[in-house]
């Protein structure tokens, strides 16, 4: 046998080992990249819980495969600001909500006094230069229960969410969105409510000053007044609460999943405006007759009536049409102070979980 029929199958052999050598390294490598996902899984799951902010996991999984380096990377910023979001405790959401709330309704408080002065059977003047102080009666009345509402609503709304998809991370999204929604926006309206009719009360005319409304209220009915419409009011925001905050987050989740992240950021302000508005003039033309229903308990001869027996007087009156009073100034109301709203929201919050504003470019 000569030299080189000796060594062929030695090297051959060596081929093969080596082979075998490479194929252990590639599972091991798997299995490595397999533990390494795992627990940045549980680590985006804890910081959901407890507030921290887990981006090593990811890093270590690039280091893994620098292959996917440039993907991954992108994909990190956008779950690292996300889970930063997500992971913001209940005073922050607090705060962003009432902050938000406050600059949604001064900016827009005379298109609201108006809509209630044409739900109530009264005529307006469309002449600018007759939209005046009047316009801004009840103002103070609006922001004491406006600003605490908001804190209520979404400071309630965001907790309960997180907590539940902390606790159950695959439960479906849109009933939880949903629950969470009706829960926040009851615990809000139990307070709105006082200031709302007080509210509505001057907006129609019925009294110059916030005092003299408490005292005529507080004289007729004692704090049973103050609640008036609660039902009404109830029937009205929670489903327009149950639309409105899933279809945003809906919403807003698709937008970001096909616009912002394969650019590797999260959704800017200026772009949550935009969902905002889009969803809020939507929820609020569906739930005109149940805002007409609400106005007509509080402010006028429906005041102390059931929502049956308001439906039935509305009808009497003007038909369908008369269920959908002021439509148009609803629509338009609620889809600014939306577009305002959730800009303010994504800001305050992007500032309290240290993100830098995105700038104001488009998509």
Known sequence: MSSIEFQFPKAQRRLEEAQEQLEAQKEALRRAQQIVHDRELELMQAAVKDGVVATTATAATVALNPATAAKVGAASMGVAKTTTIAALGWKQHLLAGGIAR?????????VDSIKTKLQVGQKISWRLDNIGVEH?????????GQIPYGMLVFGTYETMK?????????????????????????????WLTPSEIVKQRMQSGQAKDTLSVIRSIYGKSGIKGFYTGFSGMLARDLPFRALQLPLYEVAREAYSAKYCAPKGKVIAPHEAMLVGASVGMLAAGVTTPLDVVKSRMMVGASSGQ??????????????VRGLFSGAPQRVGYLGLSNAIFFIMYEFVRGLMAGETPMPMTSA
């Open 102 to 110: 406050g600059v949604a309704v001064s900016t827009l408080f005379p």
């Open 136 to 144: 801004f009666s009840g103002f103070r009345a609006a922001i004491l």
């Open 162 to 190: 997180a907590k539940v998809f902390a606790r159950y991370p695959d439960a479906p999204k849109l009933p939880v969105f949903i629950a969470s929604a009706v829960v926040g926006d009851s615990a809000g309206a139990i």
């Open 306 to 319: 059931s929502v049956m027996q308001v439906v039935r007087n509305i009808l009497q009156e003007g038909g």
